[in-house]
């Protein structure tokens, strides 16, 4: 058996799962967008609290958000359970491959299913924002670029966070890095309005969603 034919078998396998628990993978990772949307795309411009351009610098950042948070634990979730209780670590260690190959594919598999939460997200951010000025059909191209390197970036640190991390310490992976990371990603405020705060502006380059979500912006 070639080694691509074992990639592509781990690969279906993966899908299947995902398919198989999409209501929870949907619930886990488009829930917090959503929620995002409701208070800052669709209330507080109502309310007057924010302007209404707003809308125009939260979307991209809420597809970058979508995106991270599935690749990221679609991609750790499973390892962690993988080397904790189940074992089934070793299953895959056995197929007839390299174990980078192993390691790609699950980066693939967590890319792919990142790519579909961000497209997941953006109808339901037309529908609760209502028509978006600056969202063109000719910006698909680098938007669907942006989201498949974005993904697998993402992804690739799901590995590195699920190969690292125990299963009795995967809450501290929320709040050690990924909710910092989303809060100082620039998803919910576009970089340049770190102007005032130099400090804040150059120290959140360290984090990799601020180019992901300025990128989405086109900037």
């Known amino acids: 058996m070639s080694a691509r034919s074992v990639f592509v078998a781990l690969l279906r396998r993966d899908a299947r799962v995902a398919r198989r628990e999409l209501p929870s993978f949907l619930v886990r990772t488009i829930m ?13 411009p109502r309310m007057g609290f924010v302007r209404s351009g707003y809308t125009s610098a939260l979307l991209p950042g809420i597809i970058a ?4 948070l599935s690749s990221v634990q679609s991609v750790a979730l499973p390892l962690v ?29 967590g890319a792919l299913q990142g790519v579909i939460a961000a497209c ?20 698909a191209a680098l938007a669907l670029g942006v989201t ?13 966070i699920g190969t690292a991390i125990s299963a009795q310490q995967i809450g501290l992976m929320f709040s050690i890095i990924i909710a910092p990371m989303l809060m100082f990603g620039c998803a919910y405020y576009p970089w340049r309005g770190l102007d005032a705060v130099p ?6 380059l360290l984090n990799p969603l601020v180019y992901v979500a300025e990128a989405m912006r086109g900037h």
């Open 32 to 44: 917090q967008p959503v929620l995002f949307l409701i208070v800052f795309g669709y209330l507080l």
């Open 65 to 68: 958000v979508s995106l991270t």
């Open 81 to 109: 359970q993988d080397f904790g209780f189940t074992r089934e670590i070793e299953d895959r260690l056995l197929a007839p491959v390299p174990i980078r190959l192993i390691a790609i594919e699950k980066v693939v598999s």
């Open 120 to 139: 997941v997200v953006l109808p339901i951010a037309r529908v609760i924002m209502g028509p978006i000025t600056e969202l063109h059909l000719p910006n």
């Open 148 to 160: 498949l390197l974005g993904s697998t970036v993402f992804a690739s640190l799901g590995l590195v």
């Open 199 to 204: 400090a804040f502006k150059y120290g959140v």
